[in-house]
């Protein structure tokens, strides 16, 4: 499996961006996909994730402003974004998808996207 993250950016505070994490390779045996990030100085930390069968889960301080959803195009491409809306200097981060199977190898990483929040 590989992931190809982009969408990252400068935005100015109650801005938003659209993360966008292209899945290619054996993408018919991820369970589930999903996004985390790592602020300067701070361990990385789940944002949002989505199951094959449609289940989404948010951290706490993202609910309500975030928003996960996929798009399979075929068998051997899938597509997580994660929209961002009324974003604030605390979501500033290098944002990573991840993609997890239950068969080993079981997690996938993409190469990670800067998002900056800030005036």
């Known amino acids: 499996v590989q992931l190809q993250a982009s969408g990252g950016g400068l935005v100015q505070p109650g801005g938003s961006l659209r993360l966008s994490c292209a899945a290619s390779?054996?993408?018919?045996?991820?369970?589930?996909m999903g996004w985390y990030r790592q602020a300067p100085g701070k361990q990385r930390e789940l944002v949002a994730t989505?199951?094959?069968?449609?289940?989404?889960?948010?951290?706490e301080d993202v609910k309500g402003r975030f928003t996960i959803s996929t798009i399979s195009r075929d068998n051997a491409k899938n597509t997580v974004y994660l929209q961002m809306n009324t974003l604030k200097p605390e979501d500033t981060a290098v944002y990573y998808c991840?993609?997890?199977?239950?068969?080993?190898?079981?997690?996938?990483w993409g190469q990670g996207t800067l998002v900056t929040v800030s005036s």
């Open positions: 991840n993609a997890y199977r239950y068969v080993y190898p079981n997690n996938f």
């Open positions: 390779g054996s993408i018919f045996s991820i369970n589930l």
């Open positions: 989505i199951t094959s069968g449609g289940n989404i889960n948010y951290a």
